[in-house]
């Protein structure tokens, strides 16, 4: 009998010991070599706790890669990543939330890693302005668009004088 709950006392440590060891891994580890895309990225670090600076910076560096490379498919003509790249800017927002608190315990580190940004999104910020610009230069202004809208003018000042004598006439009757 005294063996019999040796071994049951040997089995539940074991058991015990396998449900514990699974619980300790690092939850919370990140994966920053798995491609994501913009949605993904939102989904996963949106609300995400980092635990330390080298965290956070490993994890902005994967943001930047993926945000140049939705900017090189928008500018190759993409225009799925052409309107991803209007979620950037509100969720880069809430990263810079996070990097002002982690400024406060590694001032030095996230000064380096803002001037590295700076210079590697460089190309696709001179990128974003030529497409944006491009968009502004594609509006053609067509002679007929203006003569119709001229016409149109014409025609709303003709009204307003019409409804404007009208109210004066009724103005003189009453």
Not at 58 to 85: C, P, R, S, W
Not at 129 to 143: L, N, V
């Amino acid at each position: 009998m005294k063996l019999f709950k040796f071994k049951i006392l040997i089995i539940v440590i074991i058991i015990l010991s396998f449900a514990c060891s699974n619980k300790t891994k690092d939850k919370t580890s990140i994966d920053t070599n798995e491609e994501l895309n913009l949605e993904q990225m939102i989904e996963k670090y949106s609300n995400y706790n980092f635990s330390n600076c080298d965290e956070f910076i490993k994890v902005g560096n994967q943001i930047i890669d993926t945000y140049i490379k939705t900017v090189d498919l928008a500018f190759d003509g993409d225009m799925h990543a052409f309107y991803e790249l209007d979620k950037y800017p509100e969720f880069m927002a809430k990263l810079d939330t996070v990097a002002d608190k982690f400024y406060i315990d590694c001032p030095e580190k996230i000064d380096n890693w803002t001037k590295s940004v700076e210079k590697r999104t460089s190309l696709s910020n001179k990128k974003i302005m030529a497409m944006t610009s491009s968009e502004i230069d594609s509006i053609s202004w067509d002679e007929s668009v203006e003569e119709e809208l001229n016409r149109q003018i014409e025609e709303l000042e003709e009204d307003l004088k019409r409804i404007a004598d009208e109210e004066t006439s009724e103005l003189k009757i009453d």
